[in-house]
């Protein structure tokens, strides 16, 4: 026998606490702050030498690899991308 869901689904949870918004540009922060860092590592790269790679500080590429910090630009997360040979794609779904 099928069991039914009870109650509401996580995202309708969300919805009624107020906070989708907020806890949804958190996980994008953490995912590419991670692909970032994984890519890096794969790469073999220090912080400095990416950063020079990326042609910015490496306060900047600190910024992007806190999941923290919301004030991550998206020239920065290309210029990140461009480093480690990858494209930074989006969709508005």
């Known amino acids: 026998m099928k069991k039914k869901n009870i109650g509401t689904s996580f995202d309708n949870w969300l919805d009624e ?3 989708r918004q907020e806890v949804t540009a958190n996980a994008i922060r953490r995912v590419l ?12 790269l220090t912080k400095t030498a990416m950063a020079r790679r990326m042609g910015t500080s490496r306060g900047a590429l ?7 910090n919301g004030s991550v630009t998206l020239s920065t ?3 990140a991308a461009t480093a480690v040979g990858r494209e930074v794609r989006l969709d508005l779904v």
């Open 33 to 44: 702050a991670r692909q970032v860092a994984a890519a890096m590592t794969k790469d073999g």
């Open 17 to 19: 606490e107020g906070i």
């Open 77 to 79: 997360l290309q210029k």
């Open 62 to 68: 600190d910024r992007l690899l806190d999941a923290e």
